[in-house]
């Protein structure tokens, strides 16, 4: 079991920034690839970044290379996603999920992923 709670979430203007952490328990987390999605309203949960269990591999969406980075630091047993040039289209809820596995292979799916978190609202203001 994979118990995540993500942090960080709140009111941004446009071309800011924002870290999120999502903080795991159990010794399962530092085996687990960590993946970051985002729903917004009237829309379904989408990928947006993952990282495999040791930092080895990284995946991004489209819309977030280059702006957004996601990292991990398994002596905290915390994952980070680090957001810059905010844009209006960010706006979401944005949840951390893990997928129990030590593939470097970053699955894009929701259905691939086992536990998640509550999720934290990011609204960018234009």
């Known amino acids: 079991q994979v118990q995540l709670v993500e942090s960080g979430g709140g009111l941004v203007q446009a071309g800011g920034s924002l870290r999120l952490s999502c903080a795991g328990t159990?010794?399962?987390?530092?085996?687990?690839?960590v993946g970051w999605f985002r729903q917004a309203p009237e829309k379904e949960r989408a990928f947006v970044a993952g990282?495999?269990?040791?930092?080895?591999?990284?995946d991004y969406t489209n819309s977030v290379k280059g702006r957004f980075t996601v990292s991990r630091d398994n002596a905290k047993n915390t994952a980070y996603l680090q957001m810059n040039s905010l844009k209006p289209e960010d706006t979401a809820i944005y949840y951390c999920?893990?997928?129990?596995?030590?593939?470097?292979?970053?699955?894009?799916?929701?259905?691939?992923?086992?536990?998640w978190g509550q999720g934290t609202q990011i609204t960018v203001s234009s």
């Open positions: 159990g010794r399962s987390f530092t085996r687990s690839v």
């Open positions: 990282i495999s269990w040791n930092g080895g591999s990284t």
């Open positions: 999920a893990a997928d129990q596995t030590l593939s470097q292979f970053v699955k894009t799916a929701v259905n691939a992923y086992d536990f």
